[in-house]
């Protein structure tokens, strides 16, 4: 059984073809520029084939961008499949699902409705997902489509933990509530934990770190989450590449009043020119961020300690709302690939059992168990795989399990 797996963006579309049951990536790439001129990445997995580079390929719409994908996946020459036969479903990430989906589900016309009703909360996201799924639909009638929410494992917390201290009627009319994202990564990494771990999920409680360009501590309990760090949308909880993170609310009136801003301009300056970025004024990657450290750059080395002070700090928080902790993940850009950057977050948390081992920490990118023997908190890193689990709810819904 082959996936083709879309994570649609308002000019980009990222794909994956893969067989989920072998866990086989056949291909992958990136559409860019759609709508403007057109920029397309094809990496196919396969021995022999040969790759392009953001080469340049016209695609004036979304359907454009899936036909130049399927057109290329089936190519004789280098195409990975013979036919578009031989995709059997397509999997759609979808960032909102409100409290509407608290499971992926197959894409039906009402189903293409509720998620057209979750706009208003994730206004960026939600129309550039309708439009990869539009795309999808015309391009390829008939195939089994399945919506995969970022929202949607985070729909097992508590009234307690995810409602705001405002008038309530703004939950109940407006959905102003924390929904927590980067589900499927936080999902994935738990139930990879309890296999390597040969432990049943149900007995575990899991502290997750998905630390990348975008940020968030999860709590799993019994393997489900009842506690996250981000909320109504991606801009809460831990300072991110160029996300501000929590930050008093009054922030937003002060520079609006005193630096003559409008709304936007400070949402702007919010989203897209704070976090990292604000803080080193270098960059909001974080290689760069510790090459200019090393070099001495005092706000570099800033912005570096707050994240992980602030990182470190929410790690106890997800304990405490559990009452206890037994593992401690770190997976995403950051958590997979920065040893120093896991030792800074997880050392001082002995008092609560978290010992991380210098040694074995010092591994990029792979799977391992990174604490000391004498640790009562088993510490792991492993590599996201959101695409996996993406692929894998889609075949056991379209094939009806
Ligand atoms: P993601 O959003 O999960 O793709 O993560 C992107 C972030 O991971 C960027 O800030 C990268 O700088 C960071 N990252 C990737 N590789 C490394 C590395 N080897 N060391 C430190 N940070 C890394």
Redesign the pocket.
Known sequence: MNILVINAGSSSLKYQLLNPETEELLAKGLCERIGIDGKFTYKPQIEGKEKLDAVDIAMPTHAEAIKTVLNTLVDPKNGVIASMKEIDAVGHRVVHGGEKFAHSVLITDDVMKAIEECIPLAPLHNPANITGIKACQEVMPGVPMVAVFDTAFHQTMPPRAFTYAIPYEYYTQDGIRRYGFHGTSHSYVSKRAAEILDLPIEVLKIVTCHL???SSVDAIAGGKSIETSMGFTPLDGLPM?TRCGSIDVSIIEYLMENHNMTIDEVMNILNKKSGMLGVSGVS?????L?KAADEGNERAKLAIDMFCYKTHKRIGSAAAAMNGIDVLIFT???GE??PE?REKIASGLDFMGVKIDHTRNMV?GKEAIVSTDDSRVKILVIPTNEELVIAQDTASIASGK
């Open positions: 990348g360009n975008g590449g909001s990657d974080f290689r760069d510790e995403a850009g950051v690939n920065s950057l990029r």
